[in-house]
């Protein structure tokens, strides 16, 4: 409950730094994160491992099973379809070290990029869906690079009142805290390469946001939890 509150009281306080109501839903990449350009450079790379990665695509662990907590957007709606992740980054580092090993190249990418909370494949059965809701916390931004998109009838994604449709070999950076669905018809998988990296802030903000995120990641019941998750099935 004590974290529960500090997370409420912190996010009133960067929501009010990023703008409240104002802030936005997109970001541009170039004035807001350009080191993640650095992601975009090595798409190819990226991709390279991903399709690596997919060939096993029944072990990967499905988002719910990593954390109870998203079992609302993993589960809920099209429970007969799959919504996987294969974790590359994880802020308390450790645990990751068999997948990291599958994807070398975009480990050591990721690696480079400053400010990086977690990063994974996001990987959506054909026909699996997002229901709409809002990420739990606005110290961080989120960063989509699109990997593998169907052709016909595209997954689209809308965030606040404003929506996206992937393209591969692009990526978009949004604000996650907004309220946001995928909405999925389409007949192949969709894979986007996650990362999420600290919201940019003033410093003592900055400081007080890395601050939390690793008290969070490290000491919480539903982290421990987690991270106890990936070492079984990563």
């Given at each position: 409950?004590?974290?529960e509150g500090l997370v409420r009281t912190l996010n009133a306080l960067f929501g009010r730094a990023a703008g409240g109501a104002r802030r936005p839903a997109f970001f541009d990449i170039d004035k807001t994160m350009p080191s993640l350009r650095l992601l975009d450079q090595h798409v190819a790379d990226i991709r390279g491992e991903m399709e690596s990665v997919?060939?096993?695509r029944e072990r990967i662990p499905r988002y719910h099973e990593i954390s109870e907590a998203e079992t609302y957007i993993s589960a809920r709606v099209?429970?007969?379809k799959s919504w996987r992740v294969f974790m590359l980054k994880w802020v308390p580092g450790g645990g990751l070290e068999s997948n990291r090993a599958l994807c070398p190249r975009t480990s050591q990418l990721l690696d480079r990029v400053?400010?990086?909370l977690q990063a994974f494949f996001s990987i959506l059965d054909a026909g699996k869906s997002i229901p709409a809701h809002?990420?739990?916390y606005k110290g961080y931004l989120r960063y989509h690079l699109a990997l593998k998109v169907p052709a016909v009838d595209p997954p689209q994604m809308r965030v606040k009142d404003q929506v996206h449709v992937w393209e591969e070999g692009k990526s978009i950076l949004f604000d996650d805290s907004?309220?946001?669905?995928?909405?999925?018809n389409s007949k192949e998988l969709r894979v986007v390469l996650i990362v999420?990296?600290?919201?940019?802030?003033i410093w003592p903000l900055h400081a007080l946001n890395w601050l939390l995120t690793l008290v969070?990641?490290?000491h919480t019941e539903e982290a421990k939890q987690a991270r106890a998750r990936m070492a079984q099935l990563c």
């Open positions: 409950m004590a974290a997919l060939a096993d099209n429970p007969d400053p400010n990086v809002d990420g739990p907004w309220n946001h669905e995928v909405t999925n999420d990296v600290l919201r940019p802030m969070l990641a490290k």
